[in-house]
């Protein structure tokens, strides 16, 4: 063997040799981690929950069966509270087997800690002067899967206060929470019913919790901010929550109420419906700042006052960056002035593919779609504006530039690409386009956002309003591609009516499809690659397929099929009952 090749072949057995070592130590250490984890369990080892807290030290995980527990908690810096688990500790499910924790009106149900964990527990019957059920300040940490009811706090967040949270990183992370029939009832603040996030540094995460729900789980603020407040904090994420049936009092906001946003603060993708205020602005939403609004659904929010303004959403941007507002569906609102979105102040406030719809005003030539008042400015970009009665209202006419919209009224109709044309909803609450609409390819690309509500990818040629349709050439299809050159590929056309029609007209529908293609893209680059999962697929969804282009064919197989049996369980009958009959 030669010096070079030698002295490689030492080098290479030394690499695997240290490899090796490493991966010795990289084991032994987990394996001493998990050992020296062991659980420590409420009630078996500990009587309460505190005790077990009191007991925790770095590296232990807290373990809360099935259960009532009567305590006010007070949580220690990186303790880990598990709750939800079975009796016995063999399985867990917080919604099977509930941890509660009820604070007796002693105070906040829960102190917390900075870097703790609160997972899986329903806090309720807590009273404070803040966080009646979470109280946390100058800390940071994750409070997820919990239920957070009933409530109170004399002046802000009835379910959870976030005090002075410092910068990020750790994020402060509250996630699929539910958050419902939470009280602030003092108007000394009064604001946050269900969350208020007050002072903070850049890192609150507010993501896919239910703040309030259905009729009767709303929460409530004596001032404002019935659902979320946030105030003097400059950076959040509000994204994918449920914001619905919360309740402000004399100020604004029902569901949400920002007071400093600035253009990286951002409230996407949320639901927010059936929210109202007796204050004056902002049903759904009252935003100042430059809050960054994009794909959310904001409906049937409310504003009970002799005048009102937004019942949707209103913005107020006194100074710095205006707020800009896309792919947002604004529909069914109510307000005297500006029933869907109403700009307070503002320079080139930017609305771009938003689509504004059936929002009722309660005054002629009230703008109920958008109302623009003296002094503010805006941009209005590829928006859908339609059946809202007076669609566009400008108190100083000239304020605002619109380019490429589709509006009823036929505000500069056949100028820089405005049309009024029936943009063919799918229904009134539904703002999806049909494929018939003649928003499809009207838009301006210049500054469309490359996502549309849904997420679809926009493509060279864009449609007004927040919905784009997406061709079956853009969109990877496994269904397609699987059907391609097959005895399949006919029995598309059929498939997408029925999609466009069955599905795509009611919520479940809605998420069926979009977790389709969601996943589409992964799915096809798969199926192109291997044909035996192309073949596989095709044989699979030919009963789907044929069942939905034949519909009355299919019912009549599901008859022949289901025959036999029926014949066979009444034959059965008839011979039990006969030899019944038989017997002395």
């Known amino acids: ?113 900075d870097e703790a964990t609160l997972d899986g527990f329903t806090l309720r019957n807590g009273k404070a002067a803040m966080g009646g059920g979470v109280l946390l300040e100058r800390a940071s940490m994750t409070i997820k899967n919990n239920t957070i009811e009933d409530n109170v706090a004399d002046n802000g967040g009835g379910g959870i206060y976030i005090g002075f949270n ?45 703040i309030g729900g259905s009729m009767g789980n709303g929460n409530s603020a004596v001032a404002g901010g019935g659902g979320i407040s946030v105030e003097f904090t400059s950076l959040f994420q509000i994204e994918e929550n449920t914001i619905s049936h919360n309740t402000g009092g004399r100020f604004h906001g029902g569901g949400v109420i920002i007071t400093d946003g600035t253009p990286n603060a951002t409230l996407s993708r949320n639901t927010i419906t059936f929210n109202s205020v007796q204050g004056n602005f902002g049903g759904g939403v009252y935003s100042i700042g430059g809050t960054f609004i994009s794909r959310n659904n904001v409906a049937f929010n409310s504003i009970f006052n002799t005048i009102a ?59 109920a779609g958008v ?17 809202n009665g007076d669609d566009f209202h400008e108190q100083s006419p000239g304020a605002c530039r619109l380019d490429h919209n589709d509006i009823e009224d036929g505000d500069q109709a056949g100028q820089n690409g405005n049309i009024s044309a029936n943009p063919a909803f799918v229904a009134y609450d539904n703002l999806h386009i049909q494929k018939s609409s003649p928003a499809i390819n009207a838009g301006n690309p210049a500054a469309a956002p490359a996502l549309d509500f849904d997420g679809d990818k926009r493509g060279k040629a864009i449609d007004i309003g927040a919905d784009e349709v997406v061709s079956e050439q853009e969109q990877p299809c496994p269904l397609a591609r699987s059907a391609r050159a097959s005895y399949l590929e006919r029995h598309l056309g059929a498939v997408r009516s029925f999609r466009d029609t069955h599905l795509m007209t009611n919520v479940p ?16 680059a798969f199926l192109e ?51 019944k009959g038989d017997r002395p």
């Open 1 to 113: 063997m030669d010096a070079p090749r030698h002295c490689v072949a030492l080098l290479s057995a030394f690499y695997r040799r240290s490899a090796l070592w490493l991966a010795c130590v990289v084991v032994g250490c987990a394996v001493f981690s998990i050992a020296s984890a062991a659980p420590l369990k409420v009630p078996a080892t500990y009587p309460t929950i505190q005790a077990a807290i009191n007991a925790w030290k770095q590296g232990d995980v807290i373990w809360v069966a099935q259960g009532t527990y009567t305590e006010n908690l007070r949580l220690k810096p990186g303790v880990r509270l598990e709750g939800g688990y079975k009796a016995d500790y063999s399985a867990r499910n917080w919604n099977a087997w509930p941890s509660v924790v009820d604070g007796a009106q002693q105070g906040s149900v829960v102190i917390g800690a």
């Open 166 to 210: 410092p910068p990020a990183p750790p994020y402060t992370d509250i996630e699929s929470n539910v958050i419902r029939r939470n009280q602030v009832v003092t108007d000394r603040g009064g604001m946050g019913g269900g969350i208020l996030i007050s002072n903070s540094s850049a890192g609150v995460r507010i993501t896919r919790n239910v």
């Open 309 to 367: 303004y937004g019942g949707g959403i209103a913005v107020d941007s006194p100074g710095g960056t205006p707020p800009r507002l896309e792919n947002n569906f604004v529909h069914n609102n109510d307000a005297t002035f500006g029933a869907g979105i109403y700009i307070v102040r503002g320079q080139d406030v930017i609305l771009t593919n938003n689509s504004i719809a059936s929002n009722r005003p309660d005054a002629p030539q009230a703008g």
């Open 371 to 387: 109302y623009v008042k003296t002094g503010a400015t805006c941009i209005l970009l590829n928006n859908v504006i339609w059946g």
């Open 509 to 524: 529908g809605q998420a069926a499809v979009s977790w389709y293609y969601q996943h589409a893209p992964a799915a096809s």
């Open 529 to 579: 690659q291997h044909d035996w999962a192309r073949h596989l697929t095709r044989w699979i969804a030919t009963p789907a397929v044929l069942a939905i282009a034949f519909p009355d064919l299919a019912l009549l197989a599901l008859l022949a099929l289901a025959a036999p049996a029926i014949y066979r369980r009444r034959r059965a009958k008839r011979v039990a009952f006969e030899s």
